[in-house]
């Protein structure tokens, strides 16, 4: 009774103390609604521009566009997924072609009529693209509005975009071509879209607006040389109301492991019925290590002799004992001494030995060497930095192999485009020179008559030491050779085998890992900063003032009191009923 008759009676003062401390909340409250609101824009706005996007596949590697489509007829797929959208996506710069204004980091996207309709809403709503429309088959790009300012590009503007060769093959290795690295092609200004949802898009977290060219998915591929083949696969899953539906990242795993090929991971598997063995080959000529380790695994489940095999490129073989007898430009196979194919060449001796090389009788003819003389070899690696560097080994000849048999085999050596398609050895074109004035008449009859077949033989342990450049990281063999240890048809065979090395290889080791990026950028987007706490700093003066303020007030209108207070103490209240009261 007493605390409501008090507030009555000094309403005026308890009104200026309510004041002062809505005063003091207002400074607190706005501070953390603000900080809130910074959260949620700069999440709103990183996850804004997947349009739908829930989960991103990016390879290190092209594969087949039809991915796509064999996972939107997949059961599991239906039931899980609205959408899988094939994208190439390549990191790169443009250039105005006149202007000669130059913007790097560009993105470059292939993409098609499936790209939009992850976020049709927003474009239907710019009055721009109509549901099928995309950029013509034509070289022309559209441009977000970031890249094009910055260009100061307009439609019908010329500009040239650049981008990295993909090339399967590492450029830090020997094959690898350092001199070839840049596509440039020049396109012409189609369209200009807002840099807001998809004119936007970018699977990285920044808060800057990216800077976007959208070719057309038609002509993307052919211009680098992948037709039908895309880096990127963009999935959309099915959503209750606005939100996704959860899912399972094994459900995308295994639909993955289900519907991918060995061509999608740069892998294919050559079949000689004539010689009556399979070769495990790799786009890259050196097989991955998870690729190598797939292999031997499912050659064991499928009953399969596996023989591993490093090929190289010989500079020179020479006789020092027969000076000016020298060989140029032959191709060198290390072996497992222990492997089936090794003991093909030496039936009735024992295996292969450290040091020791295997000629053919064409190279061992020419040499004039018998066994137990010495041969030098020269041949180059990459050193660091992909420098070229010229190396030599010594060997001591075990003896010379006939050439038939399975000694008389180009297959030793995968395909590899400006070598081993030439007419001519005088017609090589590969990334390292080469000396034409060494090449004879007779190495060109070699050519003619027996290709990539190998000149001489040396063990996998030797070869692998002097030529496997950072193996960890590319690969420490050319091919594997599969030999049946029991009959069949060699395309059932080679079916078999496909699966269970599919079934045993590490796709995650391969690059082929699903990432949750509607998951990751929300989360990226929230970054390390507590913006609430931020800007109570900020605002931390203005609240300190309202709290001094609230003090004083309250301050005041107990002096106001004193008098009363005074009575209070006098009729018997204890200090502290008074200021439970008062409080």
């Known amino acids: 009774t007493y605390c409501g008759k008090s507030l009555r009676y000094f ?19 706005g501070a953390l609604i603000v900080g809130d609101s910074m959260r949620a824009s700069l999440q709103e706005v990183a996850v804004g521009r997947l349009g739908r996007v829930d989960h991103a596949l990016v390879a290190p590697r092209f594969f087949r566009e039809a991915l796509a489509d064999d996972f939107a007829a997949s059961t599991d797929f239906t039931e899980n997924f609205d959408r899988a959208c094939p994208i190439i996506l390549l990191n790169g710069g443009a250039t105005h072609a006149e202007r000669r204004t130059r913007v790097d980091r560009v ?56 981008t990295g060769k993909p090339d399967p093959i590492a450029s830090e290795t020997l094959l690898g071509r350092r001199d070839d690295t840049v596509t440039t092609l020049r396109v012409t200004v189609a369209g200009i879209i807002p840099a807001e949802a998809l004119g936007a898009f970018s699977l990285s977290p ?41 899912i399972d990242p094994d459900l995308l795993r295994g639909l993955l492991r289900r519907h991918i090929t060995l061509a999608d991971v740069g892998l294919r598997l050559r079949m000689d019925e004539e010689r009556g063995y399979l070769s495990l080959e790799s786009e890259s000529i050196l097989i991955p290590p998870a690729a190598e380790e797939a292999s031997f695994a499912a050659a064991r489940v499928t009953s399969l ?74 041949y180059y690696v990459t050193g660091a930095f992909g ?13 010379a192999l006939p050439l038939d048999g399975p000694a008389a085999d180009p297959g030793f050596v995968p395909e590899y485009k400006g070598i081993t398609d030439t007419e001519n050895l005088a017609d090589w074109d590969p990334p390292f020179p080469v000396d034409l004035r060494l090449i004879r ?30 193996p960890d990281r590319f690969g420490r063999l050319t091919s594997i050779r599969l030999t049946p240890t029991q009959g069949g048809r060699f395309e059932a065979i080679a079916d078999e085998f496909s699966r269970s090395l599919l079934r045993e290889l590490n796709l995650d080791r391969m690059g082929l890992q699903w990432d949750p ?21 900020f605002s931390s003066f203005l609240i300190l003032s309202a709290m001094m303020l609230v003090a004083l007030l309250f301050r005041l209108g107990i002096e106001r ?23």
Do not use: C
């Open 11 to 29: 309403w005026r003062t308890n009104l200026a103390v309510v004041l002062g401390a809505a005063v003091g909340a207002a400074a607190l409250t």
């Open 206 to 246: 920044r808060q800057t607006a990216p800077k976007n060219a959208y070719l057309p998915l038609s002509m993307l591929p052919r211009v680098l040389h992948q037709p039908d083949r895309v880096n990127a696969l963009l999935v959309e899953s099915k959503r209750t109301g606005a939100q996704s539906t959860p």
């Open 517 to 537: 990026v509607r998951q990751r950028v929300a989360e990226s987007s929230r970054g390390n900063t507590d913006f609430g706490m931020l800007f109570i700093g």
């Open 305 to 378: 002799d596996a023989s591993p095999i490093l090929a190289h490129l010989a500079n020179t073989i020479a006789a020092p004992s027969n000076s000016g007898h020298l060989i140029p430009y032959s191709t060198v196979v290390a072996i497992d001494p222990g492997s089936a194919l090794a003991r093909a060449f030496t039936p009735h001796g024992d295996p292969l030995g450290a040091g020791e090389i295997l000629l053919n009788e064409w190279t061992a003819d020419y040499l004039q060497d018998k066994p137990g003389d010495p041969i030098t070899m020269t």
């Open 387 to 399: 420098k070229l560097e010229t190396k030599s080994a010594s060997f001591t000849l075990r003896g």
């Open 561 to 583: 009191r004193s008098h009363e207070i005074g009575l209070l103490l006098g009729t018997g209240f204890s200090p502290r009923t008074i200021t439970r009261l008062l409080l």
């Open 107 to 162: 993105n470059l996207l292939g993409i098609d009529s499936r790209f939009w309709k992850l976020e049709l809403s927003f474009y239907l709503s710019q009055g721009e693209w109509g549901e099928n429309e995309s950029p013509s088959s034509t070289r022309s790009v559209i441009l977000n509005q970031a890249l094009a300012d910055e260009l100061e590009a307009r439609v019908g503007d010329d500009v040239l975009l650049r």
């Open 441 to 470: 008449d007779k190495d060109e009859d070699y050519w003619d008559k027996y290709r990539t077949t190998p000149k001489a033989f040396v063990t996998l342990e030797e070869g692998q030491r002097l030529w496997a450049d950072q």
